[in-house]
């Protein structure tokens, strides 16, 4: 059974950085797809950035793009996203995503996503 598991939430003053890790337990990545989206109080789900294991590319929400970074952890089965100059608005739960064999569809969709994490807080104070 898959599990993805997030890490590293917290609280952090805006303009401070948080460093988030999604672990995936009961498979190796390979050809897939991993995604970041948040959802704060009130507020639908939203895109955050993906990364695309096999080829590299990655992808960023405008809102986040220039702040955020999303890579390939130094541990096994990991995908970190450095997240700097934080804002108040970025206030919200973190989840990661996984799409396994990806085989093309919209990154930025989260019906694509077949495996979710439990979710991670992050709060930026003002």
């Known amino acids: 059974q898959v599990q993805l598991i997030e890490s590293g939430g917290g609280l952090v003053q805006a303009g401070g950085s948080l460093r988030l890790s999604c672990a995936a337990a009961?498979?190796?990545?390979?050809?897939?797809?991993i995604g970041w989206f948040r959802r704060a109080p009130g507020k639908e789900r939203e895109f955050v950035t993906a990364i695309g294991l096999s080829g590299g590319n990655t992808y960023y929400a405008d809102s986040v793009k220039g702040r955020f970074t999303i890579s390939r952890g130094n541990a096994k089965n990991t995908v970190d996203l450095q997240m700097n100059s934080l804002k108040p608005e970025d206030t919200a739960v973190y989840y990661c995503?996984?799409?396994?064999?990806?085989?093309?569809?919209?990154?930025?969709?989260?019906?694509?996503?077949?495996?979710w994490g439990q979710g991670t807080q992050v709060t930026v104070s003002s």
């Open positions: 009961g498979r190796t990545f390979s050809n897939d797809f």
């Open positions: 995503a996984a799409k396994f064999a990806y085989s093309g569809g919209a990154i930025n969709f989260p019906q694509l996503y077949d495996y």
